[in-house]
């Protein structure tokens, strides 16, 4: 079983990321290290949300309650849903 962490871009989020970022970049790596963030970026073109792939609910909303671009405004709201990964090896 996986989570994935839905970011929503706050209407004004862009101005706040590029000053929020290496605090936001160091948390992926700190967590991608733990092994508990297997992986994020992204999406749309300008982004308009993110996605992050964890192993845990726990892992996904530890990491959104310390996370720089949640705490400053860049994510205007997150979500976290269990997902069922029907390709993952038994």
Do not use: C
């Amino acid at each position: 079983m996986k989570y994935l962490m839905f970011y929503e871009m706050a209407v004004d989020g862009m101005a706040k990321a590029q000053e929020n970022f290496p605090g936001h970049q160091a948390r992926l790596k700190e967590f991608h290290e733990r092994g508990t963030l297997l992986m994020a970026g992204p999406y749309g073109v300008p982004p308009i949300g993110a996605l992050g792939i964890f192993t845990s609910r726990e892992a996904a909303e530890e990491f959104a309650a310390g996370d720089p671009f949640v705490i400053n405004g860049v994510v205007g709201k997150y979500l976290v849903q269990q997902w069922s990964e029907v390709l993952a090896p038994l």
